[in-house]
């Protein structure tokens, strides 16, 4: 959807601004008609607010939308060429957590894209400060992360615990921040972050990422590889009577066995 409605704005655009000038200004409109465009798509998307306040987390509908921008940004913006493996292992329902390291920003939106199921995710509390960003991110029922307060990230993860419980499934990145671009493995996650999916008693999704992290740099004008692999599922009937540290230790234990044999 956001594609196409990028692409069609983008074409109407330059047929007016054609229209109005001379020939000799076509390869000016075609880079500034990039710009109305990508605003015309936002004012589609934001006058659905009402709309999207009203139904719930995972709704089919507010699932589309999410993966279409995702995929959009990705691939038109990003410039990102993805490969995932085990997307067999996603399961269809149930309360579910997502737990992946964490290589670059990119990372949330290649989740959003490829994971066949809607989720929702734990932003940074300053994002939901955001205009419109952050009113857009409450529709998804997210759980903000406060890493200068710990009461208020507690007293928020009630609320995911009961969001998870629904049967949502919640994207997580235990590391708190992008602290290991350059190397293969974890070196430390934090065990709290474990305490959604044992209070929930949700299944967890491992996800790994690998490939060129350094998509500031290069898009959008250089393709960046990412690969994407998700393990098979960790049940909770096999951490319920385990502590959130020795959850931390298995994740890492098991992200950090999980070298592809392709390179992204």
């Known amino acids: 959807m956001a594609t196409i409605i990028f692409l069609i704005s983008y074409i109407g655009f330059n047929y007016l601004f054609f229209t109005l000038t001379s020939w000799y200004f076509i390869p000016l409109w075609l880079i500034i008609s990039i710009v109305p465009a990508f605003i015309m798509l936002l004012v ?31 691939h038109f913006i990003l410039r990102l060429k993805i490969t995932a493996t085990g997307l067999e292992h996603v399961p269809k329902e149930g309360p579910l957590v997502i737990y992946s390291n964490h290589k670059s920003y990119t990372d949330a939106f290649v989740l959003m894209e490829k994971l ?47 969001t998870v419980k629904k049967g949502y499934a919640m994207s997580v990145f235990p590391e708190g921040s992008i602290s290991n671009r350059l190397s293969e493995e ?22 790994r990422f690998d490939g060129n992290h350094l998509v500031r740099k290069r898009a959008p004008f250089l393709k960046t590889r990412r690969l994407i692999t998700v393990l098979p599922l960790y049940p ?29």
Do not use: C
Not at 127 to 135: N, Y
Not at 187 to 205: H, N, Q, Y
Not at 244 to 264: C, F, G, W, Y
């Open 186 to 207: 974890i070196g430390l996650m934090k065990p709290g972050s474990f305490k959604l999916a044992l209070k929930a008693e949700a299944d967890i999704l491992i996800v």
């Open 44 to 74: 589609i998307y934001l006058v659905q607010y009402p709309y999207l306040k009203m139904i719930p987390s995972n709704h089919p509908y507010k699932t589309y939308l999410l993966r279409s921008m995702a995929t959009f940004l990705n």
């Open 116 to 162: 066949p199921r809607s989720i929702t995710l734990t932003p940074k509390k300053s994002v939901m400060k955001l205009p419109v960003v952050g009113a857009w991110l409450k529709t998804y029922d997210v759980f903000p992360i406060n890493r200068r307060s710990a009461r208020e990230t507690a007293k928020d993860m009630e609320q995911a615990v009961e």
């Open 236 to 264: 909770f009937e096999e951490f319920k009577h385990l502590s959130s540290q020795e959850i931390a230790d298995e994740v890492m234990h098991r992200i950090n066995l999980a070298r592809p044999t392709q390179k992204a």
